[in-house]
Each structure stands twice: as C-alpha cells, then as structure tokens.
C-alpha cells in the first residue's frame, strides 16, 4: 500500500469510526456483562457497631461509616474476602465544609465466601476538624457469622 493520499483519508477515517462505534456498542461502563445475579447484599452503618449480624454464604457485606478517615483493617479470617478497596464518597452538602472536617462516607464491600466467622474492624485518629478521637469513637467492629443461605 502506498502513502496514503487526500482520497484515502475520508476512506480510512470513515474506517476508524466504525471500528471505534462497534468496540463501543457494549454495555456501558459498570455495567455487569455477565448474566449471572448480582449477590444479595446486607448493608451496615456506624449503627451496627460492636453487633453481631448474620449473612448466608455468597452474600455481599457492605460497610458504609460517617466520616473520610476511616481505615478498613483486612477480615479476621478468609471466610470474608474484601472487595476492591474502600470508596470515599463526598456530597454536595460537603462543599462548605472546613477542611480537615472529615465530611463525607467510606464504603468497603465484603463477599462471604464460606461458612464460619469473621470481624470486620476499622479504625480513625481524627473524628472531625482536627479533632483526635476519644474513647470507643474512633473504632468499628462488627462480627460477620457466615452461613449457608
């Protein structure tokens, strides 16, 4: 093939578009390509602190506390797996806030992958603007009891 010319150029271009607009036909981005369910989640807050709570095997944990400063130690033992790392989210009412106030959530998800018992801890020095924490304020324990579901 030669170098390519002025009436190549709408040919190849042309080309290329096709190319990209079918790669990109797929599902949208996040989108779960496979046909397999989703599994059932059970979701916990600051609420369940020092709880313990039940999930069948398969199930889904997801962990969401108050605050940016949140650290997720690893599960006590491997029939909890974690998923991904944590996620911060930060809304809208967060844009006035002052710096170093924490403001926000953290969300770390878990999959119960066999039967037995696992604790999900996590733990923060600074519970607001430049505040250390005190007493139980500054940790998170909740104890996972896997079974068949």
């Known amino acids: 093939m030669g170098p390519v010319t002025r009436s190549r150029i709408p040919l190849v271009a042309a080309c290329a578009i096709a190319l990209l607009a079918a790669g990109c036909a797929g599902a949208p981005l996040g989108t779960p390509t496979s046909t397999s369910q989703v599994a059932p989640t059970i979701h916990l807050t600051g609420e369940e ?3 313990v709570v039940h999930a069948p095997t398969g199930d889904l944990v ?14 006590s033992t491997d029939v909890l797996v974690a998923v991904g ?3 911060i989210a930060v809304g809208a009412e ?10 926000g959530t953290i969300t770390a998800t878990f999959h119960a992958v066999k039967a037995g018992t696992s604790v999900i801890t996590a733990h ?3 519970c607001g603007e430049a505040m250390r924490c005190t ?11 896997i079974g068949h579901g």
């Not at 997801?62 to 599960?75: K, N, R, Y």
């Not at 967060?94 to 403001?103: F, N």
């Open 135 to 145: 007493g139980s304020n500054g940790s998170y324990l909740t104890t996972v009891k």
């Open 85 to 87: 790392t944590p996620r």
């Open 49 to 51: 602190n020092g709880s």
């Open 62 to 75: 997801v962990v969401t506390l108050e605050g940016t400063s949140w650290q997720f130690d690893a599960p």
């Open 124 to 126: 923060r020095f600074v």
């Open 94 to 103: 967060c844009s006035s806030a002052v710096v170093g106030s924490t403001c």
